[in-house]
């Protein structure tokens, strides 16, 4: 598929995807929505990708939804009926999609942050599995300074990543919150001085997880996520019966026999 708001390599079983609309600041439109959901979906069935680096275009991460698709919704009329409401619901359960995408796609996926992550910038990366940034990134839940509540994901994922009473007040104040801080509250794994420094960081972990069993990586990804759902019986029920059918793998076998031949592991895709 040909895109065009969104940029991708592979490299070493790295992908390297791009939000590419970097003369809007990578504003999401209605192209960019539809392509950020397709691009996750094709690289969760590549099998030659094994982790996913997310980036921004230019000098933003992203700028939120476009004001073109919230701008379309100003222009029904006043009275508002079931009708209508439908079909908002219907574009809200779409865009969604899209941000849940990142976190059904079964490879890890890793955001480096720079510049802006605005409204529903912050919904996409509370769907990636770890987030990098620099120490001038901020952060901002923009929605209630517009009037609305955020309904793409950051007010159920980001009580999960830091403590409520952060997300409480990033929720309600909208305040821009930098690299350091959302280091120190656990928002980001790390911030960094450059963005030099950011994304050979993140390039070194990506390759170190590009470099473990494609098979474990995976599974560990969709336990982790049963797990923050469900209750830790569940959670242990299901981690006995996943490993029941997966533990004995040519992956796990791979293991034993590079340590035996003093190599490293080579892994299929």
């Not at 099998?47 to 980036?55: P, Q």
């Not at 006043?78 to 865009?95: V, Y």
Request: with cysteine; net charge negative.
């Amino acid at each position: 598929m040909i895109y065009e708001t969104i940029s991708f390599s592979i490299d070493n079983h790295v992908a390297l995807v791009k939000l590419n609309r970097p003369e809007k600041a990578n504003a999401l439109n209605a192209a960019a929505w539809k392509e950020l959901k397709s691009i996750f979906e094709e690289l969760d069935e590549n099998k030659e990708v094994r982790v996913i680096v997310l980036s921004g275009s230019g000098k933003h991460f992203c700028s939120g939804i476009d004001v073109s698709l919230l701008a379309d919704l100003l222009k029904s009329e006043d009275s508002i009926d079931a009708r209508q409401s439908e079909k908002i619901r219907k574009l809200i359960l779409e865009l969604q999609s899209s941000v849940t995408a990142i976190e059904l796609c079964s490879k890890p996926v890793i955001a480096a942050i720079k510049g802006g992550c605005i409204g529903a910038g912050v919904d996409i990366i509370c769907a990636c599995d770890m987030r990098y940034a620099t120490q001038d990134a901020f952060f901002t839940i923009k929605e209630i300074d517009m009037g609305m509540v955020a309904d793409l994901g950051t007010l159920q994922r980001l009580p999960k990543l830091i403590p409520e009473g952060f997300a409480r007040e990033m929720a309600f104040t909208g305040r821009e919150v930098f690299g350091a801080e959302a280091e120190r509250i656990g928002l980001v794994n790390k911030c960094y001085e450059t963005v030099d420094m950011l994304f050979s960081s993140v390039t070194e972990i990506a390759d170190t997880i590009a470099s473990k069993s494609p098979v474990s990586i995976r599974g560990t990804k969709h336990i982790l996520n049963h797990s923050r759902d469900h209750s830790v019986t569940d959670g242990l029920q299901y981690m006995a019966t996943w490993n029941a059918a997966m533990l004995i793998s040519e992956d796990f076998k791979e293991v034993f026999k590079a340590k035996t031949e003093k190599r490293l592991p080579d892994f299929k895709n």
